[in-house]
């Protein structure tokens, strides 16, 4: 049985991961909004999604374009923890993971770093 929260617990949640990234790298988050979802549809057990144009990727022709998303899948998340405590790591490590790859980091290094 997948453990539940209230949909506003769990968006403090992920608040409180993005308030402990050091605030440099906030300031350089750039054209990014951060959202809660339940579910991947395609992917049900994703427990985050980086979707957009890396800022090491982007080029002198890259503007207007829509935000960047990075969106944390509550159920999964929830999925796979057995109490709060659990659920609070398992968020804060899928914030810095998808927050890395807005900065250009591969899963292979983000492994390598200990965030796989």
Known sequence: MSLHLPRRQFEELVADALDMIPPELTAAMDNVVVLV????????????LYEGVALTERTSSYGGV?????????????D??????????????????????????SDEQLHELGWG
């Open 37 to 48: 979802e339940s579910r991947h549809p395609d992917d049900p057990e994703l427990l985050g």
């Open 80 to 105: 796979i923890c057995a109490d709060v405590e659990e659920v609070v790591h398992e968020v804060a490590v899928t914030v810095v993971h998808e927050v890395a790859h807005h900065f250009g980091i």
């Open 66 to 78: 829509l935000p960047d998303r990075i969106t944390i899948y509550q159920d999964a998340i929830c």
